[in-house]
């Protein structure tokens, strides 16, 4: 089992630039998150799916948007990237078996906004 | 909505001694406190948890404390080993389960800690 999978791992774009961050998890979890970790400020969650079908907005949705495209996998795309979105981008997966509150976090994906 | 605070944010100790770190909660509804630990590069990875409905959890040299009137938990490490430093975190759900399972969770700012030989 890969648990949760994370693409790209680095990413470099110019401001303006769009992309997609792609998740996927093979752990059979209903709910899937993204968060974005800075520099002394922990992680704070952007979106999250509590299941197939379902998207939420977490603490810092602005200028972020998310599909979950089935069970096993939840995307975050950023239209018009800016220098303040350049940060470490984690999804994580819960909510299967006897803890359904553990969270388990993807690799991250670095990127660097220009 | 929840705020976690966590201290220290950095914290050295030798090889062997204990360290502990701390946090404080806002909301009194959160039941659930997760610690994760961060290696340098990879993902939080969970150690240890505890509920609202337990005082204190031990896992072999990892401990985790729980004072729900004072809405502050704290990790305890014995025994330290190099391969313990890394940047440990703290969080708390905000008490609403989602319908999938799960939690929302507020993590704290994080403590780099350093083990010395």
């Known amino acids: 089992n890969a648990g949760v999978t994370q693409t790209p791992k680095f990413q470099v774009l110019k401001t303006g630039q769009s992309m997609t961050l792609q998740c996927a998890q093979d752990?059979?979890?209903?709910?899937m998150y993204w968060y974005r970790q800075d520099p002394g400020m922990g992680l704070r969650l952007i979106y999250y799916?509590?299941?197939?079908?379902?998207?939420d907005k977490g603490e810092v949705p602005n200028g972020y948007n998310v599909s979950r495209l089935n069970k096993r996998e939840f995307s975050l795309r950023l239209e018009s990237a800016a220098p303040s979105q350049t940060s470490v981008y984690f999804c994580?997966?819960?909510?299967?078996?006897?803890?359904?509150?553990?969270?388990?976090f993807g690799p991250g994906t670095r990127l660097t906004v220009l | 909505g929840e705020n976690v605070e966590q201290h220290p944010s950095t914290l050295s100790v030798q090889e062997g001694d204990s360290a502990v770190i701390k946090c404080t909660y806002s909301?009194?509804?959160?039941?659930?406190f997760p610690w994760y630990k961060q290696e340098l590069g990879k993902g939080p990875q969970l150690i240890i948890d505890?509920?609202?409905?337990?005082g204190e959890k031990k896992d072999q040299r990892i401990a985790v404390t729980l004072n729900k009137t004072a809405k502050h938990f704290s990790l305890h490490i014995t025994e330290t080993q190099p391969e313990d430093s890394a940047v440990y975190f703290c969080?708390?759900?905000?008490?609403?389960?989602?319908?999938?399972?799960?939690?929302?969770?507020?993590f704290g700012t994080g403590t780099q800690l350093k083990v010395e030989l």
């Open positions: 994580a997966t819960s909510g299967a078996g006897v803890s359904t509150d553990t969270q388990y």
């Open positions: 752990m059979n979890h209903n709910s």
């Open positions: 799916s509590a299941s197939e079908g379902t998207t």
């Open positions: 909301d009194s509804a959160s039941n659930y």
């Open positions: 505890i509920r609202s409905n337990v």
């Open positions: 969080a708390a759900s905000g008490g609403s389960i989602l319908t999938g399972g799960g939690n929302k969770l507020t």
